[in-house]
Structures are given as C-alpha cells and as structure tokens.
C-alpha cells in the first residue's frame, strides 16, 4: 500500500511538472509613447518575434502610453520584477547612476543618425551597454530613433528667443543645463502629463522628435515647431538581469536573435516614421513649421557647445573624446 501511495504521488509530481512546464515564461513590456511609435512598433514587432520563435514558450505582454507605469516609475518596476523589459530614453538611466548615458542628451554630438550608428551600433555602444550589469539589468541593444525639434507658442529662430520660456525637460542634468543656457527656465515633467501641461500654460514649450510629436498631438496646443535637430533621441532596451540570466539558454539565445533583428527593424523605421510624422503635421494641422538657415542653426551651436566641455567631469572625458573620433567631430571648427 505503502508503494502504491508513493508511485501516485509521484506520478502527481510528475503531471505538475508537465503542466508547470508547460506554463509560456511572461516578459511584461513596458513603455511610455503610443504604439504607432517607431518604439511602440518596434516593441510589438519584439512580441512577435519572440512568441512566433519560441513557438509560445514565453509570452510577451506589451503596455504602452504609461498605462503601467509612468517616467520616474520605469525603473524601479524593472529592478523590482515588476515588469521584465523597457526600453527608456537613454538619458533616464541617469537615475540609476550611470551618468555616461547622458551623452546622448549633448548637443549637436550628432550631425546625422549614420554617426549616431556608428557609436551606438560599435564597440563604444556595446561597451556602454554592458557597464549596466552593475545596477543589476542587461543592457540588450540602443534603438536610435532620431534627432529633437522644440515646439513652442512663439517662432524660436535665436537663443534669445528661449528667455524666460518654461520649457518641459526630461530629468537630465544636461537637458536642463541646455535650457538655462537658452535662457529658458527647464521644468521637468512625466511624458504622459505634456500635452495638459502644453494646454493650460504650465509649460510654453517642450523638446520631442516628431513622430512623439506627432502621435501626442502636440500640434493641437502649440503652434510653432523649430527645426532645430539639436540633440539626439535614443532609447536603451535593458532587460532584468536576474530574470534574463534566469532564462533557459536555448530560450535566451532566440530572444538575443530576436532582439539584433527588431533593432534592426527599428533603426530601419525609425527616420521614415519622423519624416511621416512630420508631413502629416504639415498637412493636418495648422502649427508653422520654422526651418533655421545655416546661420540660425550655427548661432544654437555656438550657444550649446560649451555644454561638451562643462560635462566632462560627469559623463567622462574619455568617452566624449572617443565619439569624437568615431564621427571626426572637432567642437573646435565650429
């Protein structure tokens, strides 16, 4: 009897096993912007991949326009196992410590998305990537989406222009230093609180690419946007480390695969959807756009510069050095 009871229990254990095995492994994956985003795409083209791959082994769960966390919150959820993957704007890695992530936020670093690659997508990228092992996440790729233009109720052709404008920044020390270097007054505020921030005046103006532009209608409260191409936007895709590291190997080397192919696929949308973006803007809505001549842009370049030189000791000498040789940046030649 005694062995009877013993192989029933076994073979109970066994049928748990099988269903538990069963069970599809949940990535949550939050993000901030609409789903008709070049991130929002890219994070449901991720979920496709990834399921199809596994053929229904892991399970990818896709929350976007903040409707799990906002901004500040991000983070914290991924270093909790609240959520498994984001992809948050580079520059916000800042709150974890890693001030070299706020590089990207330099402006006029960047001439084109082609130098952006070269650093993103190289040994300076992928050495970046993996210092965020310390902080207890896994850095998996850069997705470069494309470079901001600022918006506001007056036509920003000067620096001059910027005085005393409340604009909306990201938490970024270089964002706000930026700000107060136009003359403006930074003011930091969730993405998902813009466009009422916009409405009711709490702000004057804010800093976005146009496809973020575009999809939060920020037309509809503004009514000029500058092409001012000053500074780079790129979001940092990081996993939980402990909960990727958890991973079973076979799994987590498809997922890798599905990770180099959606970058891919990002960085492949990503400027055409800004330059849609912006014909759509153009032709649905009534907000002007300002295009800077060669003179105007230089005028915001010599204004923005000195930035390079006055975040060295934050960001790192070394690394701002070693951009500049990647795209044959001399700061000097302006």
Known sequence: MKFRKIVVGLAALA????????????IKFSHVVAPDTPKGKAAEYFKKLAEERTKGRVKVEVFANSSLYKDKEETEALN????????????????????????????????SLDQAHKVTQGPIGKGMLKKLEAKGMTGLAFWDNAFKEITANVPLR???????????????????????ALGANPQVMAFSEVYLGLQTGAVDGQENPTSNIETQKFYEVQKYMTMTD????????????KFWDGLPPDIRATL??????????????????????????????????VTLTKEEKA???????KL?????????RDLIQSIYRETNFDPNKL
């Open 308 to 316: 390079h030189t006055q975040f060295e000791p934050v960001i790192g």
């Open 230 to 241: 000053h500074s780079f936007h790129n979001y940092t895709l990081i996993a939980n480390k």
């Open 15 to 26: 049928c748990a096993a099988s269903v538990w095995a069963q069970q599809p492994i949940i």
């Open 80 to 111: 909790l196992g609240a959520v498994q993957m984001l992809a948050p704007l580079s520059s916000k890695l800042t709150s974890m410590g890693m001030n070299e992530f706020q590089v990207f936020d330099l402006p006029y670093i960047f001439d």
């Open 256 to 289: 890798d695969g599905a990770v180099r192919d959606t970058t891919t696929y990002f960085n492949s949308i990503a400027q055409k959807d800004n330059d849609d973006a912006l014909a759509k803007i153009k032709a649905n809505s009534k907000m002007q756009i």
């Open 158 to 180: 000067t620096p001059a222009d910027f005085k005393g404008l409340k604009m909306r920044i990201t938490p970024s020390k270089v964002i706000d230093a930026q700000m107060r």
């Open 299 to 305: 005028g915001f370049k010599k204004a923005l510069i």
